[in-house]
Every structure is written in structure tokens, then in C-alpha cells.
């Protein structure tokens, strides 16, 4: 044997093990492939079943945001129409202090319509979660408080 055939030879092994190499990266990269498909098709049902059993609701305060209103003074039991107006009566359509003030235009600090809100969660009128920002949404109890304000302005008129 010559250097030259040795040499031939190691070049040709390694002709092969590259040629292994990118057939088992391909190989690899086409069982990755398979699997995001799957994980796309699983995560595709799961959606139209949440959909299916929840409805397809968004919060509205990013609506209000878009188109303006104009400005609104604010006492508590007017933040639970607001909360009511937005349709945060659920955790997953919770909404925060910031997007309330956004989307009515309240001339108050954000920190003062949290402290409102506050207040309206130690009355148990509103719930929150416990994520940072803070969100709020409407209790049951804060939307009998609604209810019945409004069959009583119904009743006035």
C-alpha cells in the first residue's frame, strides 16, 4: 500500500460518513417536520374546541379604543358598567386598568382605577387575576349590582 491508496481510501470513508451524516440529518429533519405538522393539526382542534364550547368572544375594549369615546367621569359602581360594557364577566376576557382608561377615556391616574377596583374586589364585586398587569372582571354578585340598577333606571322612566 502507498500513501496515495491510504489517502484514496480515507477520502473515500469520508465521502461516506458525510453522505451518512446527511442522511440522517435529512432523515431527522423529515421526523421534525412530521412531528410540527402533528403538533399543528392537534393544536387546530383543540382550538375549534374551545371555540366550540366557549364561542368565539373577544373582550371589547380594543374596539372602543380604535373608535374613541368620549370622556367619562368615574365612580365605582360606573366602573362595573364599564368592566359590563367591555364584557369582562370572565377570567379569560379580564381586562386591565390601562385598557379600561384607553378605551373610555377616563380622566383618572391608572393607579387611581386600580385602586377602584380595588375596592370593588374587597365588595366582591369584581374578581381579578393574579397575573401582573392586574386584570379585573365581573363577579356574579357585580353582575346582579348591574342588573338591578338597570331594571331600576328602567323603572324610573
Known sequence: MDVEDVKK???ELQSQVDASKKQTTEERLANIEKELN???????????HTIESNGNRKSETSNRISKGSPNVQLDKFQLLILLNQSKADTPEFAVSSTQLKQAFSINKTERTIRDKLSTL???????SRGQKPKLYFLTPKG???ISQQQR???QTL
Open 9 to 11: 481510501q480515507i477520502a
Open 38 to 48: 402533528a403538533m399543528k393539526d392537534r393544536y387546530i382542534r383543540l382550538l375549534e
Open 152 to 154: 331600576g333606571l328602567m
Open 143 to 145: 353582575l346582579q349590582i
Open 121 to 127: 374586589e374587597v365588595m366582591n364585586l369584581v374578581s
